[in-house]
Nanobody
Framework: QVQVMESGGGLVQAGGSLRLSCAVS????????VAWHRQAPGKQRELVAS???????NYADSVKDRFAISRDYAKNTVYLQMNNLKPEDTAAYYC?????????WGQGTQVTVSS
């Protein structure tokens, strides 16, 4: 059984920083991709950043140079460091882990950026 759990969300002022964590339990040797997505009210869920097993990362244009995704293999945890946050980054952030070709999603963590 694979479980995905996010943490680290909160309220921050514009220009501030937050670090989100995504802990993945179960079948760690089969985890291929871990990605962060976000969904703002009234908008579609969008991909923010992803990291594959070899360490290759990918970012949405809107967060490049501000966000950084990283992985701690020993803890089976993926982090999303978010710097210079903007009000438009306000959203629920979800972690997705691909294990054996199957997507597993966390419950999400809210990030609110005040202007």
């Amino acid at each position: 059984q694979v479980q995905v759990m996010e943490s680290g969300g909160g309220l921050v002022q514009a220009g501030g920083s937050l670090r989100l964590s995504c802990a993945v339990s179960g079948r760690r040797s089969s985890i291929n991709v871990v990605a962060w997505h976000r969904q703002a009210p009234g908008k579609q869920r969008e991909l923010v950043a992803s990291i594959v097993g070899g360490g290759t990362t990918n970012y949405a244009d809107s967060v490049k140079d501000r966000f950084a995704i990283s992985r701690d293999y020993a803890k089976n945890t993926v982090y999303l460091q978010m710097n210079n946050l903007k009000p438009e980054d306000t959203a629920a952030y979800y972690c997705r882990s691909v294990v054996g070709g199957i997507d597993f999603w966390g419950q999400g963590t809210q990030v609110t950026v005040s202007s």
